[in-house]
């Protein structure tokens, strides 16, 4: 069974950063997407960044410059490095998995519980 774990969230103020963490067990596609998500009450979840299997990466307009998703295939973990944070960016952030290319991901099969991220002003 896949299984997604979530680390790394917290409180920072305005400005700081933060990196999350996703390990990632028994995932074993050679092709795949990897996703961050976040959510806030009563939204609907939104796509922060993905990385796939080829290296190619997208983000969302309202991270671009701030966000870097990044992988480590050895540890099986993927990450998201958080600077210049800022209060609209408090959500729980999810990770998520699929054994396609980012391009051909509608949904994501595999996901984590996830890990709340809050900003100060």
């Known amino acids: 069974q896949v299984e997604l774990v979530e680390s790394g969230g917290g409180a920072v103020q305005a400005g700081g950063s933060l990196r999350l963490s996703c390990a990632v067990s028994?995932?074993?596609?050679?092709?795949?997407?990897l996703g961050w998500f976040r959510q806030t009450p009563g939204q609907e979840r939104e796509g922060v960044a993905a990385i796939d299997s080829d290296g190619d990466t997208t983000y969302a307009d309202s991270v671009k410059g701030r966000f870097t998703i990044s992988q480590d295939n050895s540890a099986n973990t993927l990450y998201l490095r958080m600077n210049s944070l800022k209060p609209e960016d408090t959500a729980m952030y999810y990770c998520?998995?699929?054994?396609?290319?980012?391009?051909?991901?509608?949904?994501?099969?595999?996901w984590g519980q996830g890990t709340q991220v809050t900003v100060s002003s």
């Open positions: 998520a998995a699929d054994p396609k290319l980012c391009t051909m991901v509608r949904d994501f099969n595999y």
């Open positions: 028994r995932f074993t596609y050679t092709t795949y997407c």
